[in-house]
Structure formats: C-alpha cells, structure tokens
T-cell receptor, first 121, second 110 residues
Framework: EVQLVESGGDLVQPGRSLRLSCAASGFSFDDHAMHWVRQVPGKGLEWLGGISWNSDVIAYADSVKGRFSISRDNAKNSVYLQVNSLTIEDTALYYCAKGEDGSPVTTLDSWGQGTLITVSS | QSALTQPASVSGSPGQSITISCSGTSSDIVTFNYVSWYQQYPHKAPKLIIYDFNKRPSGVSNRFSGSKSANAASLTISGLQTDDEADYYC??????????FGGGTTLTVL
C-alpha cells in the first residue's frame, strides 16, 4: 500500500523559512516523480512543483518559482519542499503526491494527508 | 499558467447522472491528453478517479467516466449516490513539466 507522510509544517512568522518532508513507502520510490500541492483551508488545490525520479527535471508553478525549492533523496525514500520568505498567503495545507511514473508529466496518483503551514505574526 | 475553469457547484438527485465541465485553452487541455480528475471529501486528501481523460484507476467505480471535447474535459457521474457528495477537481498538464488545477466543483446530492 502506498503511504506518503508529510511533516515539518508549523506556525511561523512572516519572512521565515521551513523545510517540509514527505516520507514514502509501499512503492518503488526511485521509479516515480513526486509533486507538492497546497490547499488554503476552504479553497482549491494549487500545484506547486514536481521532481522527476532522478531529479533531472524540477518544475515549479510561476507563483512560487524562486522562493520554493524541491529536492529528493532516493536513498531515504523522501522528497522535500523548502519554502522561503513565507507570507500570510502561504498559509495552507501542503500535500505531497506520487507521480504515475518517473516523469513529472503524468498524473498524480496517490496523495499524503498533508502538513499545515500557518504564517502569522 | 491559468487555472482551469470549473462550475462552482452542481447538484443532482440519487440515481441521476451529472456532468462537471473543465474548460481550458490551447495551452493545456486542447494540446495535451493528460487531464485527471480528483474527488475530495472534507478534511481528506484528494483521490484520483480519472486520468488521461478517460482512464479509471483500479478500484474506482465505473459510474465515473471522463471525456474530452474541443477545449474542455468532462467528468460524468452516473447513478448518483449520497457518497458522491464531495468536491471534484480537474487537473491538466500544461507543458514544460507543469500542471494546473481547476478551481473545484462542489457536488451536492439532493
């Protein structure tokens, strides 16, 4: 069974940074692209970025490019999201999701339960 | 990249069929065949129900089906059940290894 467990969310002040982690199990992690998606409470889904199986391809939504960074460690079956210069608008539930295959092009087929970032002064 | 356009809400009665549209542009739905649909219950993670326009993952009911027209994708749910009451999101590949979601549609089963 695919399991994705996000962690690292917290209550932080504007301008601070956080590193989110997603621990994967139940599938061959290094065969699949991984993605990050966020959801402001009560609002819709926003794709943030994706990383290919071997980290050769990393893509970001225009809204977060330059401020967010995705990486992965296949030896640890984990993917990470570094979020910098946080603003109140970044308050959201952050999900990691598994790609159907190694390319970020294909669909997101399994999701974790999310980790919450709350940005407040 | 712009979000795909979905109706904010749709409703139907048990046993009926409903269709949710997802409108895009030549930069997404028209060009690429990578449209997915997700079902999300309150306070739960999204679940993939349709991918590549019309394919169903293993375990998803055949009451869910997807289709494509000129510049839109559609999700049809037949034989509506109260369990189908949820939010539904479309998503499309938009090139350059990027994806975008629709704004979401709340389905109410009356």
């Amino acid at each position: 069974e695919v399991q994705l467990v996000e962690s690292g969310g917290d209550l932080v002040q504007p301008g601070r940074s956080l590193r989110l982690s997603c621990a994967a199990s139940g599938f061959s992690f290094d065969d699949h692209a991984m993605h990050w998606v966020r959801q402001v409470p009560g609002k819709g889904l926003e794709w943030l970025g994706g990383i290919s199986w071997n980290s050769d391809v990393i893509a970001y939504a225009d809204s977060v490019k330059g401020r967010f960074s995705i990486s992965r460690d296949n030896a640890k079956n984990s993917v990470y999201l570094q979020v910098n210069s946080l603003t109140i608008e970044d308050t959201a539930l952050y999900y990691c999701a598994k790609g159907e295959d190694g390319s970020p092009v294909t669909t997101l087929d399994s999701w974790g339960q999310g980790t919450l970032i709350t940005v407040s002064s | 990249q712009s979000a795909l356009t979905q109706p904010a809400s749709v409703s139907g009665s048990p046993g009926q069929s409903i269709t949710i549209s997802c409108s895009g542009t030549s930069s997404d739905i028209v060009t690429f065949n990578y449209v997915s649909w997700y079902q999300q219950y309150p306070h739960k993670a999204p679940k993939l129900i349709i991918y590549d326009f019309n394919k169903r993952p293993s375990g998803v009911s055949n009451r869910f089906s997807g289709s494509k027209s000129a510049n839109a994708a559609s999700l049809t749910i037949s034989g509506l059940q109260t369990d189908d009451e949820a939010d539904y999101y479309c998503s499309s590949y938009v090139g350059r290894n990027k994806r975008v979601f629709g704004g979401g549609t709340t389905l109410t089963v009356l």
